[in-house]
């Protein structure tokens, strides 16, 4: 390999370009939901419970991190996109109307293991998170690209 080589594959370890740049977290479902991948929009949809079903007519089980976590700090500002205050106010509104949240899962292996477990499941994990028996439907990043 030539210095040439070696400095140019130095530099593209050091300075990944933003495309290349790995997801903060992963959005997993149980294998038998007949979505494979979803957008921002249909996560705020999702975790808002604006959308209660798979289109194949399947309940939909939402599930969260803890109030607090980096992994639910960064699903708020990416894909709900308003502060914890403001998602309280909007539960308490909804709870008044016999709407319950999502359900909480205190570590991203809870998650895992909820989702892997429960048909309908949607939750998020870190990206770094070793996933087996759920599907991939959407990456995201803590800052936008």
Same mark, same amino acid.
């Given at each position: 390999?030539?210095?040439?080589?070696?400095?140019?594959? =130095?530099?593209? /370890?050091?300075?990944?370009?933003?495309?290349?740049? =790995?997801?903060?977290?992963?959005?997993? =479902?149980?294998?038998?939901?007949?979505?494979?991948?979803?957008?921002?929009?249909?996560?705020?949809?999702?975790?808002?419970?604006?959308?209660?079903?798979?289109?194949?007519?399947?309940?939909?089980?939402?599930?969260?991190?803890?109030?607090?976590?980096?992994?639910?700090?960064?699903?708020?500002?990416?894909?709900?996109?308003?502060?914890?205050?403001?998602?309280?106010?909007?539960?308490?509104?909804?709870?008044?109307?016999?709407?319950?949240?999502?359900?909480?899962?205190?570590?991203?292996?809870?998650?895992?293991?909820?989702?892997?477990?429960?048909?309908?499941?949607?939750?998020?994990?870190?990206?770094?998170?070793? /996933?087996?028996?759920?599907?991939?439907?959407?990456?995201?990043?803590?800052?936008?690209?």
């Amino acid at each position: 390999m030539t210095a040439f080589c070696r400095i140019l594959v =130095a530099w593209l /370890l050091l300075f990944p370009c933003g495309d290349l740049r =790995a997801a903060d977290l992963v959005v997993i =479902a149980h294998p038998s939901v007949p979505a494979t991948t979803l957008s921002p929009d249909d996560l705020f949809a999702i975790y808002l419970l604006k959308k209660a079903t798979w289109q194949d007519g399947m309940r939909i089980v939402p599930v969260n991190r803890e109030v607090g976590s980096n992994a639910r700090t960064v699903f708020l500002a990416r894909i709900l996109r308003q502060p914890q205050s403001a998602l309280n106010t909007y539960w308490d509104r909804m709870q008044f109307k016999g709407v319950t949240p999502p359900l909480i899962q205190e570590s991203d292996q809870a998650v895992l293991s909820f989702v892997q477990k429960v048909p309908g499941a949607i939750g998020y994990v870190s990206a770094s998170t070793e /996933l087996t028996n759920v599907k991939v439907l959407a990456e995201i990043q803590s800052e936008p690209q």
